[in-house]
C-alpha cells in the first residue's frame, strides 16, 4: 500500500525558507520520482506548485522549487512571504492513474 | 483560462444518492484525463476517481468502489460522479481536477460541499 508521509506542521519566518519534506515508504520508493506540490490556501482552490519532483507549471513562483534525495522529496520554500501560509500536500501516483496524497503539512508564516 | 466549476452538492441522508457536476471551459476537455478529489472536514485531500480522456479507463479509490460513479459528457464539456449508498463518512468538500499527463492535478475547481447527516 502507497503512502507518503509529510510533517504535521512547519513554520518560517517573512525572507526566510522553508523546507517541506515527503517521504515514500521503502515498499513504494519509486513514488518518490513523481512527486508533486499542492497549496491550498482557505478560501482558494488547491494549486499546482511542482510536478514531477523538480518541474513548475508557467505562471508559478520561482520561489517553490522541489527537489529529491533517496526516498525524500521536499518542497522549499525561498523567500517565504506571509501569503503562502496554508497547507501543503505531497502527492504521486501508480502505474494505473490510481493518485495518492500525503497527509498535508500546515504551514505557519510568524 | 481554465475553469472548472462544480455542482450539485448539499445535504444528503445516509444511504442516499447525489450526483456532483462540474462544467468545464477554457481547454479542449474531450482531450483531458479528469479526476475527482474530496478533502472531509479538518481532514487531508483524499484521491476518489479517475476517467480517461474517452471514458474508456476508469478507476475510483476503495473507500467508494462500488457506491460512486465517475462519468463525462464530451458534447457538454462536463464532468460527473454519481454517489450512492452515500455514508457519514462521504462528508467533505469535493473537488474536480484536470490532469496533465493524466495523473498530475494541473487545475482544480473551488469544490462543491457534500454532508451526509441523518
Known amino acids: 500500500h502507497s503512502a507518503l508521509t509529510q510533517p504535521a506542521s512547519v513554520s518560517g519566518s517573512p525572507g526566510q525558507p522553508v523546507t517541506i519534506s515527503c517521504t515514500a515508504t521503502?515498499?513504494?520508493?519509486?513514488?518518490?520520482?513523481?512527486i508533486s506540490w499542492y497549496q491550498r490556501r482557505p478560501g482558494k482552490a488547491p494549486k499546482l506548485l511542482v510536478f514531477?519532483?523538480?518541474n513548475r507549471p508557467s505562471g508559478v513562483s520561482d520561489r517553490f522549487s522541489g527537489s529529491k534525495s533517496d526516498n525524500t522529496a521536499s518542497l522549499t520554500i525561498s523567500p517565504l512571504q506571509t501569503e503562502d501560509e496554508g497547507d501543503y500536500y505531497c502527492?504521486?501516483?501508480?502505474?494505473?492513474?490510481?493518485?495518492?496524497f500525503g497527509g498535508g503539512t500546515r504551514l505557519t508564516v510568524l | 483560462q481554465v475553469q472548472l466549476v462544480e455542482s450539485g452538492g448539499g445535504v444528503a441522508q445516509p444511504g442516499t444518492s447525489l450526483r456532483l457536476s462540474c462544467a468545464a471551459s477554457?481547454?479542449?476537455?474531450?482531450?483531458?484525463?479528469m479526476h475527482w478529489v474530496r478533502q472531509a472536514p479538518g481532514q487531508g485531500l483524499e484521491w476518489v476517481a479517475v476517467?480517461?480522456?474517452?471514458?474508456?479507463?476508469?478507476a475510483y479509490a476503495d473507500s467508494v468502489n462500488g457506491r460512486f460513479t465517475i462519468s463525462r459528457d464530451n458534447s457538454e464539456d462536463t464532468l460527473y460522479l454519481q454517489m450512492n449508498s452515500l455514508r457519514l463518512e462521504d462528508t467533505a468538500v469535493y473537488y474536480c481536477?484536470?490532469?496533465?499527463?493524466?495523473?498530475?492535478?494541473?487545475?482544480w475547481g473551488q469544490g462543491t460541499l457534500v454532508t451526509v447527516s441523518s
Open positions: 521503502i515498499s513504494d520508493s519509486n513514488s518518490v520520482y513523481y
Open positions: 477554457g481547454f479542449s476537455f474531450r482531450t483531458y484525463t
Open positions: 514531477d519532483v523538480n
Open positions: 502527492g504521486s501516483y501508480t502505474g494505473n492513474s490510481v493518485v495518492f
Open positions: 476517467t480517461s480522456y474517452d471514458g474508456r479507463y476508469i
Open positions: 481536477a484536470k490532469a496533465k499527463y493524466e495523473k498530475v492535478l494541473a487545475h
